[in-house]
């Protein structure tokens, strides 16, 4: 899933959700159940039939991300998935990824909000400037390094202090 939306703007979100799930060879029926629950899931069941070029940046990332698990693919690149959305649709979104990490999927997860991904992930590779600075399971960094929070993990990494 692209950080940028990768939508069609003149679709409604169940347009784009049969689009795409076309795309993805997807039968009819599953398209159908598939967008009633990413809708639901998303907090996009009341805007189902309205254009997506009318929707706040938040909803259009919404719409994103449904796309993009629409299929229910086995290996998911997340790029700032949650960027834009509140709070409460935030933590939708990562209580479903979770489900869906449990459930099988392999979650790639790119983000600049650390607290988000020490919640979702349970291996983490710090990058600062181009380069890899730390690469292990979330327990094993926090125990070598004497930290039970990854932002001040990486500040430490880094040498800017809190």
Same mark, same amino acid.
């Given at each position: ?6 939508? /069609? ?6 347009? @784009? ?6 795309? /993805? #060879?997807?039968? $009819? ?7 009633? %629950? ?18 706040? #940046? ?12 629409? &299929? ?13 959305? =509140?709070?409460?649709?935030?933590? =939708? ?5 979770? !489900?869906?990490? $449990? ?5 790639? /997860?790119?983000?600049?909000?650390? @607290?988000? *991904?020490? =919640?979702?992930?349970? &291996? ?9 600075? *730390? =690469? ?8 070598? &390094?004497?930290?039970? &929070?990854? %932002? ?7 040498? !800017?202090?809190?």
């Amino acid at each position: 899933m692209p950080q940028d939306f990768a939508f /069609y703007q003149e679709l409604s979100p169940a347009e @784009n959700l049969a689009y795409f799930g076309a795309m /993805y #060879g997807l039968q $009819k029926n599953e398209i159908k159940n598939r967008t009633e %629950e990413l809708l639901q899931v998303m907090n996009l069941s009341d805007v189902t039939h309205k254009q997506v070029g009318l929707f706040s #940046g938040g909803m259009k990332r919404r719409v994103n991300l449904a796309i993009g698990i629409l &299929h229910k693919p086995a290996l998911l690149f997340l790029d700032e998935p949650t960027v834009g959305v =509140d709070v409460q649709t935030r933590q =939708d979104i990562i209580a479903y990824l979770k !489900k869906l990490n $449990k459930d099988g999927t392999t979650l790639i /997860y790119t983000s600049h909000q650390l @607290n988000e *991904a020490q =919640d979702l992930c349970d &291996h983490i590779a710090l990058i600062s400037d181009g380069r890899i600075i *730390a =690469d292990d399971t979330t327990e094993n960094l926090f125990r070598q &390094h004497s930290e039970t &929070h990854l %932002e001040n993990l990486f500040l430490q990494l880094t040498s !800017k202090n809190v």
